[in-house]
């Protein structure tokens, strides 16, 4: 049996099939669905339709009016620290793995490089205040 798992090609075009069967059923359902909402969908357009809707609130002032970097500071912060959570998983489930394997050592220290090189943005992001409010 475990002479047949050997000869068997395990990374072969036709496995990722499933893949390529998901995403273009995907994609069809999104056009049919967009196609079905254009042609089915009512068409009249009348003034109370065409006016902003700021949740039941009358709008106030110009749209268009500067917004503080503060705010997207922060935005592409939370971002930056979410994409490290995200690379952390993966190496949280492995992590057994990579003792059994003997490589948990250096899985290890890269790990602490990765999260060395966040903490120096951190520290480089407290000293610019990039989160002080205060402003």
Known sequence: MNLLLLAVEHNTPFNYFPIALQLIIAIGFIIVMMGATHLLGPKRKTQDKL?????????????????????????????????????????????????????????????????????CGFIYIVKKGALDWED
Do not use: T, W
Request: glycine letters at 8%; zero cysteines.
């Open 51 to 119: 006016i902003n809707f700021e949740s039941g609130i009358p709008s106030v002032g110009n749209a268009r009016q500067p917004m503080g970097i503060k705010y997207f500071l922060v935005a592409i912060l939370f971002v930056l620290f979410d994409v490290e959570v995200i690379f952390f998983y993966p190496y949280a489930v492995n992590f057994r793995y990579f003792i059994a394997q003997g490589i948990g050592n250096k899985v290890f220290l890269e790990v602490v490089l990765f999260v060395a090189f966040f903490l």
